[in-house]
């Protein structure tokens, strides 16, 4: 069966990893600059290098540049914060505050192995 919105799935896939590139860049200035209701954390410390990942990793994800790379990077922190910070509060990410972290992974992943798609800077 062919999908309803299936001549859509190219700018489809574009704003997903658009849109998901920006909000984690949203969570990396959060930690590098306190920006956006967030609280910045000391320089060279774990959340300081994840904040770095964040902001870009997930500009580079965004803009579609070395979309791979940034993306498979990007999955293996959330991959690392889910594991740290959330999973010792027990193994249902609802209850432990992690389904962002497991959200961010996939989604990374998916972007890692699919690429940059029609819409990047990679394909320019």
Known sequence: MKPVLGRLSEPAYALLRIVAGLLFALHGAQ???GAFGGQQVPMMSQFWFAGVIELVGGLMIAIGLLT???AFIASGEMAVAYF???A???WNPLANGGELAV???FIF?????RGGGRWSADRR
């Open 109 to 113: 992943l998916y972007i890692a192995a």
């Open 88 to 90: 010792p509060k027990g």
């Open 68 to 70: 791979s790379i940034a």
């Open 84 to 86: 740290q910070a959330h």
């Open 31 to 33: 930690k590098l600059f």
């Open 103 to 105: 959200l961010f992974c």
